[in-house]
């Protein structure tokens, strides 16, 4: 099992940068890949990034291309989620997930990970 945990969300201007990390629990956890979804108030969950479980695979949503950089650290069980030039439009709660299933490109749909954080809310004013 993987427990995991966001941090890093706040406030920030449009054009501003903010990097959010998830923090994971669970000696298997190199063994995951990773993805970061969010969510807006009365929306559905959106895959944002992912990475796979070797850490040499990325992928992102067309909305975050050149904007978003996906990146983990397996000793420091960690995963991060550097973000650049944010947008109003990047409002919303952020998630990181694990997935068991060892794929090489991390899967954009939401049935493909098992574990869920508890989500870190960013807002971005324009």
């Known amino acids: 099992q993987v427990q995991l945990v966001e941090s890093g969300g706040g406030l920030v201007q449009a054009g501003g940068s903010l990097t959010l990390s998830c923090a994971a629990s669970?000696?298997?956890?190199?063994?995951?890949?990773i993805g970061w979804f969010r969510q807006a108030p009365g929306k559905e969950r959106d895959f944002v990034a992912g990475?796979?479980?070797?850490?040499?695979?990325?992928n992102y949503a067309d909305r975050v291309k050149g904007r978003f950089t996906v990146s983990r650290d397996n000793a420091k069980l960690s995963v991060y989620l550097q973000m650049n030039n944010l947008k109003p439009e990047d409002t919303a709660v952020y998630y990181c997930?694990?997935?068991?299933?060892?794929?090489?490109?991390?899967?954009?749909?939401?049935?493909?990970?098992?574990?869920w954080g508890q989500g870190t809310q960013v807002t971005v004013s324009s």
């Open positions: 990475i796979s479980w070797t850490g040499g695979v990325t």
């Open positions: 997930a694990a997935g068991s299933r060892p794929i090489l490109v991390p899967t954009s749909q939401s049935l493909g990970y098992d574990y």
């Open positions: 669970g000696r298997t956890f190199s063994n995951y890949h």
